[in-house]
């Protein structure tokens, strides 16, 4: 196996680019698609959230199938293969396996510690199985690191420190609207994210929730398991008018969200706060030059969190649209706290130590097809000396040749059964994979057999 991922985040490139490399669900499915009918890739899944795209990737061949995917995720983004490549990461086996694990477990989140990337993980998982674009490396790797990102945040303090990007987005929106309980909040969108805005609201008990969303139907069940009403799209603008805070993460392509739609509601006695969770965004940027009206998209969001909680720089688009008070700090956040600090370090730990028991098992997995080799020619073996006795014994009787070709079957399982155990663990330890093929050169077996255990038939990706 030769995992790969090739990808792009808010930790490797400016949030312009990011919005433009952004894919929506039918882009992100016609990606996989792409990828895993490569030459140089025999699985692929693709991982698109609200900071990031990413492909993971089984590759045959590491150069081949970087520039394969590289150049896939260029055209598929229509960003230019010279101005992406300058932004894009690329983690490989172990690392590959380690920067999956500490995703799992929101370090590598823009609010870290976040669990919504959990739902997001599996989420992929479900397309690529459903697919059939995920075989023996990447289905049972994605599975591992939903189990991690379970452990990450069931035995650790983690979610005592983790902030996520709504629960910032509600902080901002309390220092320009007072307490949420006498506001009038609006969903729009009705995806993982929304869904945790919806509860999120319901919890601090906003006096009005409402939902709107292109499909009424998943409106209404987002709306009704939390106390809140739902919205045809039809009726964006009216709820717009009346609503004090508006969350937003669709997976529109355009700015369902403009000047112009605000503009007839404008309430110069009332301040209105927009938070802005989708990528690419979902309000235009001229929105928040509308009188009385406050706006925190990603980027702002992403600014206070890097400077945890701190006001942002003069001259900052955070400054421009609204500062957190000087001094405030959003618990959890990179501020310097020791116990996060050491709660965060527990994590890194967990996660260190799965990715060394994963590798192991896998080591120990891949010595699996040269056993399996060296049973069958043994078996082999034994059914050659089996037709040969038949000849030169054949007055043997059915029993007498039953027992025969039990005690020699027998014979074979005690021979391979310690070398066998040896094997696997010797397998488990040897980080180079040399000892593997030490083996298929002592025991002179062909690798093109081994082969094909080990490596799964090359699937479709068609949609």
């Known amino acids: 196996m030769s995992l790969l991922v090739v990808g792009v985040s808010h930790r490797s490139a400016p949030l312009e ?7 929506d669900e039918t882009r992100s499915r016609g990606l996989a698609a792409d990828v895993v009918g490569l030459e140089d890739v025999s699985e692929a899944l693709v991982l698109t959230t609200c900071n990031r795209t990413e492909v993971y ?12 995917v590289g150049h896939a995720l260029a055209t ?26 500490s995703l799992a477990c929101g ?25 059939a674009q995920l075989g023996t490396v990447l289905n049972p790797l994605f599975q591992q690191a939903l189990r991690v990102g379970k452990r990450a945040h069931s035995e650790t303090n983690l979610d005592r420190v983790a902030r996520s990007l709504v629960g910032v987005g509600l902080e901002r929106a309390v220092d320009h609207l007072g307490p949420l309980q006498g506001a009038r909040a609006l969903v729009v969108g009705a995806g993982a994210m929304s869904g945790l805005a919806v509860a999120s609201l319901a919890r601090a008990g906003v006096a009005g929730l409402h939902v709107v969303n292109r499909t009424l139907d998943r409106a209404q069940r987002l709306a009704q398991g939390h106390g809140g009403q739902a919205h045809d799209w039809s009726e964006l603008p009216e709820q717009l008018a009346t609503a004090d805070l508006v969350l937003t993460c669709t997976g529109a392509t355009d700015h369902p969200i403009t ?29 928040a030059d509308l009188p009385g009206v406050t706006v925190w998209s990603l980027a702002e969001l992403d600014e206070l969190l890097s ?21 405030s700090q959003l618990p959890g956040s990179q501020n310097g706290d020791p116990d996060t600090a050491e709660v965060l370090d527990s994590v890194r730990e967990l996660v260190t130590g799965e990715v060394a028991a994963y590798l192991a098992t896998r080591r120990s997995a891949q010595v699996g097809p040269t056993l399996a ?8 073996v034994a059914d050659t000396e089996l037709a040969r006795l038949s000849q030169k014994l054949p007055d043997l009787s059915p029993d007498q040749r039953a027992e025969v070709e039990q005690s020699m079957r027998r014979i074979i399982d005690k021979l391979l059964h310690t070398p066998t ?20 050169e002592l025991l002179d077996l062909d690798p093109r057999q081994t082969a094909v255990v080990d490596r799964p038939p090359r699937m479709g990706g068609s949609l």
């Open 259 to 287: 000047a112009d739609l605000l503009a007839g509601s404008s309430r110069a006695d009332r301040p209105r706060v927009l938070v802005d969770l989708a990528m690419p965004r979902d309000v235009a940027p001229e929105v």
């Open 421 to 440: 155990i040896r094997a696997k663990e010797l397998a488990a330890r040897d980080e180079s994979g040399s000892y593997v093929a030490l083996l298929r």
């Open 57 to 68: 990737a089984e590759a045959l061949s590491f150069h081949g199938a970087v520039s394969q």
């Open 76 to 101: 598929m983004s229509g960003v230019e293969l010279d101005e992406l490549t300058e932004h894009l990461y690329v983690h490989y086996e172990d690392r590959a396996i380690h920067h999956l694990f």
């Open 107 to 131: 370090l590598e989140s823009m609010a870290l510690g976040e669990s919504e990337i959990l739902g997001q993980l599996r989420e992929a998982l479900q397309v690529g199985q459903q697919r």
């Open 373 to 380: 080799v060296l049973r069958s020619r043994a078996a082999a």
């Open 307 to 327: 400077h945890g909680g701190q006001q942002a720089a003069p001259g900052s688009r955070t400054a421009s649209v609204g500062q957190a008070p000087a001094g």
């Open 17 to 23: 680019l990011l919005e433009r490399v952004s894919l």
